[in-house]
């Protein structure tokens, strides 16, 4: 039974919330499910008191707790001199994304079914070994086997900046030199068979145009923060039964 100032946290509404938060184990889910249920009752609670809950509505959670952050939180803002020390700290950050030209021969696989997988890792690594022996055949073997649309242009992704592909493509497509990959890439969707054409380094950014995303992640690390440091005040004083918080004295600001 857990309780948070008299006020029951049921196992059903534990088992429902457990389908919102991955674990490696059900015990994990099911502890992640009750803790997020305490901070949100604890939460409910002191908007309640505040009298930021308006009882003829329906509650919303992320209005009443952005109401109750606003009222309750009092966050420094990042200074220019913060934001220019930031920038001045962590120069590899503020770079711009480099640009790669590339071309590629996607032989489809759905990384579920091994067979399948394995007879289209196969076939990318036969493909790839034609390559390698005759460059000049990449835009008729893409044209052949690719099963990407862009095998009507013979490969071509036209020009790419981080963010425009899958995670799993992106990692390695943006640490490789120009040139024939030496082994495909495997994604999500199957195998690519993948030439760099051109790269384009990323520049260094000047500190006016990056300034305000500096502060809005400066300033969102001080809330995050500060939101920890007050739930955790919350749990503090509260009367919790039948579970036990990790609670962590850390300063505000370090």
Do not use: W
Request: charge should be negative; glycine fraction near 4%.
């Amino acid at each position: 039974m857990i309780r948070v100032n008299q006020t029951e946290i049921s196992e059903a509404k534990i088992a429902e919330e457990m389908q919102y938060h991955s674990a490696e184990s059900q015990r994990e889910a099911m502890l992640k499910a009750a803790e997020a249920l305490l901070i949100s009752e604890l939460l409910r609670q002191r908007a309640k008191e505040l009298e930021l809950l308006d009882d003829d509505l329906p509650e919303d959670e992320d209005h009443f707790s952005q109401a109750l952050f606003d009222r309750e939180l009092d966050c420094p803002k990042a200074s220019n001199e913060d934001c220019l020390q930031y920038f001045k700290q962590n120069p590899a950050k503020f770079f711009s994304s480099p640009l790669i030209e590339a071309r590629h021969i996607l032989i489809a696989a759905d990384p579920r079914e091994a067979e399948a997988s394995l007879s289209a890792k196969d076939k990318a690594q036969q493909l790839l070994e034609q390559l390698q022996e005759d460059i000049s055949q990449f835009d008729v073997l893409a044209k052949a086997y690719s099963a990407c649309m862009s095998k009507k242009t013979g490969g071509q992704l036209g020009q790419l900046s981080k963010g425009q592909t899958v995670a799993e493509f992106e990692r390695q497509l943006f640490q490789c030199r120009p040139g024939l990959l030496a082994a495909p890439i495997e994604t999500r969707y199957g195998y690519h068979i993948v030439q760099i054409d051109h790269v384009v380094e990323g520049q260094a950014l000047p500190f006016e145009a990056v300034e305000e995303r500096i502060r809005h992640y400066l300033d969102e690390k001080v809330r995050r923060k500060a939101i920890a440091q007050y739930i955790e005040q919350l749990i503090s004083t509260a009367d919790i039964e039948g579970f036990d918080f990790n609670v962590s004295d850390s300063p505000l600001m370090n």
